[in-house]
């Protein structure tokens, strides 16, 4: 048997419900979006360039190619966004004042009890619909529970850094 009559694998054709694997994009706040989305990739010209191919053929599996490029791209980009809203809030958290901070972890775990409710609701919705729903939301929840807990570190890290302040102010007083 020659390598050339060797039997190949099956080759698998995406299609559009394949971009749905993993989280779903993550959601950018407005007050923070310019500091988040300064510099990333888009992945704007692969999509129009995927909704092209799609228009052009009809039909995905002439359209792999880009189909797999705007994955690709899609999964990078979402990935560094993730880790940037991570970074900003815990930024905020450790920079802007404590109550304001305290305010914003307050309406962060809101998000969260509201997240998680609708999220109990939407198990009782069949099919594709319930699917897309459920993704949606699971991985907004997600989402928003790493910002909060990147937000209480930016806190933390500020009270860490206050009492060290006050014992070494403390400390000088024995000594006058």
Known sequence: MDVDSQPTMEETILVGDDLMMGPPSPIIPPEIASH?????????????????????????????DEIAVYRQCAEKRDRE????????????????????????????ESEVTSLERHLILASGVEGIEGFRQRWSLHGRLTDTKKRLESLKQGIENRRDDKPAAEKTSTSKRWFF
Do not use: H, W, Y
Not at 42 to 56: A, K, P, W
């Open 81 to 108: 966004l993730r880790q940037r809203l991570q970074d900003s809030e815990r930024k905020l958290g450790s920079s802007m004042p404590l109550d304001a901070a305290k305010e914003r972890a307050t309406q962060l």
């Open 36 to 64: 988040v989305l300064e510099g990333v990739d888009l992945c704007d010209g692969i999509l129009r360039n995927l909704f092209l191919c799609l228009q052009i053929n009809d039909i995905e599996p002439f359209c792999q």
